[in-house]
């Protein structure tokens, strides 16, 4: 299985301001996704990221707010721009593996608030 | 949106087997179903999938009717830790649309 690591864990920024997650995979993957999970909801796809491609939105998730970066197979960051108090959310990466690439694991989330 | 029904909330005894349903009547042939599960501030787990047959490992068991059209993850005795959101999710693995799509899931709650 693959080990997922996301940085920082936790964060209280104020509104206006960008905060940039990161998320680091201890072994080589073709996709990454990034999810948000709102206070008491279920998780929702922002954007599926491939190497050396432009990421792909989901319905209601645009690059101008939510850019992403997948510079290497092991690493991919996303930034929350101009933060509202709407955006306070976990926000989560994803890989898949597994033998034949059944599986999704998941990292252990950013907690973001925004004030 | 989600394919999948599942009913929002279960109790379960402790050691008791967990009896978890969803239905997705309208998968298609090359559709799995997945379970994943979210333990309280922590990031999905998955436990289990199928195809057609039923199938099981360490964590659980997974049944699916002969039509497809519903499926239930067993697990076969519950503890606290097994407190958590399951999800069942139906999907096509691998491929450019290969993704999760998480519906609201079943809360179920382990009792001692």
């Known amino acids: 299985s693959a080990v997922i690591s996301q940085k920082p864990s936790r964060d209280i920024c104020q509104r206006g301001t960008s905060l940039t997650i990161q998320c680091q995979v201890d072994s080589q993957v073709t996709m990454m996704f990034w999810y948000r999970q709102q206070p008491g909801q279920s998780l929702t796809l922002i954007a599926t990221a491939n190497q050396g491609s432009e990421a792909t939105y989901e319905s209601g998730f645009v690059i101008d707010k939510f850019p992403i970066s997948r510079p290497n197979l092991t690493f991919s960051t996303l930034t929350v721009s101009n933060m509202s108090p709407e955006d306070s959310s976990i926000y989560l990466c994803?890989?898949?593996?597994?033998?034949?690439?059944?599986?999704?694991?998941f990292g252990p989330g950013t907690r973001l608030t925004v004030t | 949106d989600a394919k999948t029904t599942q009913p929002p909330s279960m109790d379960c005894a402790e050691g008791r087997a967990a009896n978890l349903p969803c239905n997705h009547s309208?998968?298609?042939?090359?559709?799995?179903v997945y379970w994943y599960r979210q333990i309280h501030s922590q990031g999905p787990q998955y436990i289990i999938h199928g195809l057609k047959n039923n199938e099981t490992n360490e964590m659980a068991s997974l049944i699916i009717t002969e039509d497809r059209k519903s499926s239930t993850l067993i697990l076969p005795h519950a503890t606290l830790r097994d407190t958590a959101v399951y999800y069942c999710i139906v999907r096509v693995p691998g491929g450019a649309t290969n993704k999760l799509i998480f519906g609201t899931g079943t809360l179920l709650a382990v009792q001692p």
């Open positions: 994803s890989v898949e593996g597994g033998a034949g690439f059944y599986e999704q694991y």
């Open positions: 309208t998968i298609s042939g090359n559709e799995y």
